[in-house]
């Protein structure tokens, strides 16, 4: 079965620079939610999505955005990096109508130096 | 504000060995309660969603149990393929579609062979 795809796996930047990952939910689902997860912690929710348009905002720093496009992709952008932002970042998605379980994808390990 | 609390942090099993994770939750009325596998450095993987109290639900050698105040996640007979860290989610009932999930910090199991 096809699952969610995160895009690119491992990233590196420097401080002050930005970043885009990229998240693909499984086809036909309608809602995307981002979290990240640091070294040894469980999973902080972000923001996530739901038919284009934002449902929910958890702790998303100012300096990051994100946004679903039509055909349910969604990116989140990154700017101003910090060394604290260096993290596991997952996408998971849901078919809101269905089921409210959210499968999660591989994650983009961004390294922020 | 949402709270997942699991017990123990860490254990420890022989093979064969059964025994019950914990997860103690509050929420402002109760969406569902997520149980999620985690490998190092991979996205949680989906075990079970429970929504009301006295619910059940098992695959293979695990079982998950919902109270009114925790939920349990039996393990019997376990392998060493089910170390992993297992972690405990809740989402509460705020009426929308694409809303948060707020992770417990998991407990992480190790089965000896």
């Known amino acids: 079965a096809a699952g969610v795809i995160q895009s690119p796996r491992h990233l590196i930047k420097e401080k002050r620079e930005t970043a885009t990952l990229k998240c693909y939910p499984i086809p036909r689902h309608d809602t995307v939610y981002w979290y990240q997860q640091g070294p040894g912690q469980d999973p902080q929710f972000l923001i996530s999505f739901y038919e284009k348009m934002q449902s929910d905002k958890g702790s998303i720093p100012d300096r990051f955005s994100a946004q679903q496009f039509s055909d349910y992709h969604s990116e989140l952008n990154m700017s101003s990096l910090e060394l604290g932002d260096s993290a596991l970042y997952f996408c998971a998605s849901s078919l809101a109508w269905l089921t409210d379980t959210q499968y999660f994808g591989p994650g983009t390990r961004l390294t922020v130096l | 504000e949402d709270q997942v609390t699991q017990s123990p942090e860490a254990l420890r099993l022989q093979e064969g060995e059964s025994s019950s994770l914990n997860c103690s939750y509050t929420?402002?009325?109760?969406?569902?309660l997520f149980w999620y596998r985690q490998d190092p450095g991979k996205g949680p993987e989906f075990l079970f969603t429970l929504y009301s109290a006295g619910e059940e639900k098992e695959k293979e050698r695990l079982k998950a149990t919902l109270t009114k105040k925790e939920s349990f996640l039996h393990i019997t007979a376990p392998k060493p393929e089910d170390s992993a860290t297992y972690l405990c989610a809740v989402q509460a009932l705020i009426g929308t579609s694409g809303s948060r999930l707020t992770f417990g910090e998991g407990t992480q199991l190790t089965v000896n062979p």
């Open positions: 929420v402002s009325g109760l969406r569902g």
